[in-house]
């Protein structure tokens, strides 16, 4: 497992706690198993590339737990386009399978 923080620059760096001990992990695996159901998997890195796609959309995890819903926006939209294009291939592979 990866071990991160984020330093003031919101860089990921190493620590000593995981990925899935953070705060941004949990409220992305939240969002995440409300809008695509538990059965998704993320890693590590999908957890870290989430979370630079929520800042680069000008997301503010302090807004975002302030409940700012513009961040709550830009926090699935980051989800979404690591997600969906999973599930549209899932989806696919089981069409051909079940065929």
């Known amino acids: 497992m990866a071990r991160i923080s984020i330093d003031p620059a919101n860089q990921w760096v190493p620590t000593d706690i995981g990925v899935q001990d953070t705060a941004a992990y949990k409220i992305i695996r939240q969002v995440t198993d409300h809008t695509w159901g538990s059965e998704m998997e993320l890693s590590d890195d999908d957890i870290i590339t989430i979370y630079h796609s929520f800042r680069e959309l000008g997301g503010s995890w ?15 939209d980051s989800i979404d386009a690591l997600v969906a294009p999973r599930k549209m ?11």
């Open 62 to 76: 302090e807004a975002l737990m302030g409940g700012d819903m513009s961040s709550v926006k830009k926090l699935e």
């Open 89 to 99: 291939d899932q989806e696919q592979l089981d069409l051909y399978t079940s065929a």
